[in-house]
């Protein structure tokens, strides 16, 4: 009696950390520390390069699907100027060379990134009802920003 109770314990703890996950295996906690967490500049770049390592830790590219993922990939090209490769226009196609560009951009412009900076361009993808005057306004800012970076 006391076995199958702790068999079917363990089953249910199985079950629950199943449901705390995404759809690309990632535990959803981590995600939102990665793209949410905008007051750490280095744990949001690092978090999802780390992330994106461990999927092509055996392949030479990988498709992203994760959201917050993707978020973040289109905020450094952004950033950067640097392409990323698109399979469709909402999958992103990345390889380890491109990973290590990645990489080095940070590196360089590890220092001329604040949290505000980032901030203000992930806010850009969240920019919807705006007049165009301030939209403008704001695009011009962040291209300003943009010719900081090496």
Known sequence: MMKSIILLLVF?????????????????ADSIVCSKNIYNVD???????????????????????????????????????????????YDFIVSKEELSILENWYDRNRNNITPEILHDFYMRYYLYYVDDQDYEKFVNKLNVIRNLFK
């Open 43 to 89: 744990s949001v770049f690092k978090c999802n390069i780390k992330k994106i390592k461990k999927k092509l830790a055996f392949k030479n590219k990988i498709r992203i699907k994760d959201p917050n993922t993707k978020e973040f990939l289109s905020v450094y090209i952004d950033m950067s100027g640097n392409n990323i490769p698109f399979d469709t226009p």
């Open 12 to 28: 249910l703890l199985c079950q629950l950390n199943s449901y705390s996950q995404d759809i690309d295996g990632y535990k959803i």
